[in-house]
């Protein structure tokens, strides 16, 4: 194969060799940063404003569990209060079910690489479902970390209706970790209407349950990637970060994020990089625009309204 040159404008001109026939992403959170939900890590992230009350339930646990914000979206949490877990999600529950928030160019990207039919497969471990609004093909796209497109019991599985479900958290849940940094972090929950355990929630992964089957059986097909997409993500989570070790030693790599990410998974940047590109310090959106620009594809973005 022949080596494209490890910059943006060698990764378009790969794109458009037709050597590149086989293309799969991985996104994360950086990738809706720019629609206005906040990522996890970075300052000001979801894991940077979160009250200690939140984080752990009652007094003894806070006592017990490390001051960990992780600890929101932990199984164990989740099983012995729900209150922190429903509390910060609730704004996100509710903007989708608003749809308060627009897919950006990042996810308008992806659509046109299925368009051209180089998209093989898009991992997302993002769960706000925003991927879909470009119309990509859902067969596509593997939500690792579930979506809250959906909601059901983690006790006996019963599925809730989505609009039902976003009728409760308006009423059940307070909204004070935005509203009243003061008030109490009361228990509140949603009960199932089939087995009556308080464990009503969007099918998002929480720490400590397994990911979706599809994901391990996915894996192998990164064997057959000649290019590999990571946009938007702090690489630190695993098994999703494993995307990017099981791609053939000699696919190329392009690591769109505001950092570097990865090096210890084998991610080699400026004179290390072998097969590595990196966008620079640029968002993804910026970055993405550039591609666009050098692939001849400004046709697609003139005609998507709202960009
Ligand atoms: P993180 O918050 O860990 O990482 C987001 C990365 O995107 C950071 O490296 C940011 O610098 C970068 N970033 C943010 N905005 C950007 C922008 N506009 N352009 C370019 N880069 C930007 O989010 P994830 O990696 O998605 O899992 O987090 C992985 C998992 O950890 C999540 O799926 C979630 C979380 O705990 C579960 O809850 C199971």
Redesign the pocket.
Known sequence: KPRPSLDLAGTAEFLKSGACKSVYVLT???AS??AGIP????PG?MYDSLRPELITATEAQRKRMRMDP?NV?MKDMFFQNQFPYLEVRRPFILGTQQQQWKATLTHWFMRFLEEEGLLKRLFT??IDGLDYQTGISPELVTNV?GSLARVSCEGCGYEMPFDDFCAQVRTNVKDIYRTDPTAPAESSNINCPRCNAPLVKPNT???GSSLPSEFFEQLDDLNGADLLIVA??????SP?NSVVMYVAKDCLRLI????P?GQDLGIRYGKDATRDVWAGEV???EAFLDLIKMLGWQDKVRKIKHL
């Open positions: 994360g959170a950086g940063t720019g990522d996890f890590r970075s992230g992780v979206v471990q993002n970390h992964v929480l720490f938007g993500t702090s690489l630190v989570v999703a769109v994020n505001k950092e990410v968002s993804c959106d």
